[in-house]
């Protein structure tokens, strides 16, 4: 059976209505930066046009080259502001950065990494649009959720998240982070599937 990211890793599950304390594992990830609108921003855009060419490179790499087959991890982003209250009042996205995901199995090396960069490109002719590198990004101690519907609804369910951090004594840190369990291009609104995540310090 393929490697699935989704079953084999902790944290790609959470259930609606209820808020999870986790200990996450540092993990490797494919990332681009950027800020804006998503939703009207070409940076956004151009990071997922940039993203997905490597992505899908480094499945077909491993499973023709290395004999390990692994499924499309799911889209993540991590979300900031300079005043977090950008994301749950009035959601002004205009302030919003971000840095968009997918993990990376364990057994994928940065020269795996090098060498599909340098097939994305001789393909294209040229360089991504958007630079994308292969970072670790360590979480540690984290609350996370499910938010079923669209994303500008995640607003008052971000805060309910963080109303139970602060109620287990926790303080946030760190970024907003976002699993898309599902393609926003063909999944009618009501029916998305987000994880919620913020890491948290204290005890």
């Known amino acids: ?45 151009d990071a997922l046009a940039s993203l997905y060419p490597v992505t899908y490179g480094l499945k ?6 290395l004999g390990r087959a692994y499924r499309v991890p799911p889209l993540e982003a991590l979300w900031w502001a ?5 994301f749950t009042a009035g959601r002004n996205k205009d302030r919003w950065h971000w840095t968009v995901l997918t993990v990376v199995p364990e057994w994928i090396t940065d020269e795996h990494v090098g060498t599909v960069l340098g097939r994305v490109r001789d393909r294209a002719g040229g360089p991504p649009p958007r630079t994308v590198d292969l970072r670790t990004v360590e979480e540690g101690t984290v609350v996370q959720t499910l938010h079923v519907g669209p994303y500008d609804d995640e ?21 907003h982070h976002e699993i898309y369990l599902n393609d926003a291009r063909r999944t009618a609104p009501e029916r998305l599937r987000t994880i919620l995540r913020q890491p948290v310090t204290g005890s």
């Open 60 to 65: 077909f790499l491993s499973s023709r080259e």
């Open 155 to 175: 607003g008052p369910v971000i805060a309910a998240m963080h109303d139970d951090a602060a109620a287990r004594g926790r303080s946030l840190t760190g970024r």
């Open 82 to 86: 300079d005043d977090m209250k950008a």
């Open 1 to 45: 059976m393929p490697f699935d990211p989704r079953r084999e890793l902790t944290g790609y599950t959470a259930r609606r209505g209820r808020v999870d304390l986790l200990e996450l594992p540092a993990r490797r990830y494919l990332a681009v930066d950027g800020s804006g609108d998503p939703n009207t921003s070409s940076s956004y855009a």
